[in-house]
């Protein structure tokens, strides 16, 4: 059985860090990419970013990028995704899912995904 499971998210200041960890387990994510996902309250979900787990590749939503940071673990099938200089516009529910690399549509599409954890709050206050 595939599991995802996120941890590391809580409560921040505008400004701080946060790093939080997506462990796999059931299969081998060799040809896969994990990405993360992030929803907002009476917002869409949305992608942050993704690391095909083969090339270390990496994928970043505009939002995020320069500020986030995803890397993978293979010794630990653990992908993290560390996330400085946080505004309050970051608070969300972070959830990291897991696609077949052999799938088509773009890597930040959800769609494409077919696993996902059961997600992580992140809160940044201001």
């Known amino acids: 059985q595939v599991q995802l499971i996120e941890s590391g998210g809580g409560l921040v200041q505008a400004g701080d860090s946060v790093r939080l960890s997506c462990a796999t387990s059931g299969r081998t994510f060799s040809s896969y990419y994990v990405g993360w996902f992030r929803q907002a309250p009476g917002k869409e979900r949305e992608f942050v970013a993704a690391i095909s787990w083969s090339s270390g590749n990496t994928y970043y939503a505009d939002s995020v990028k320069g500020r986030f940071t995803i890397s993978r673990d293979t010794a630990k099938n653990t992908v993290y995704l560390q996330t400085n200089s946080l505004k309050p516009e970051d608070t969300a529910v972070y959830y990291c899912?897991?696609?077949?690399?052999?799938?088509?549509?773009?890597?930040?599409?959800?769609?494409?995904?077919?696993?996902w954890g059961q997600g992580t709050q992140v809160t940044v206050s201001s």
């Open positions: 899912a897991a696609s077949s690399e052999f799938l088509g549509g773009p890597v930040y599409s959800s769609r494409r995904y077919s696993y």
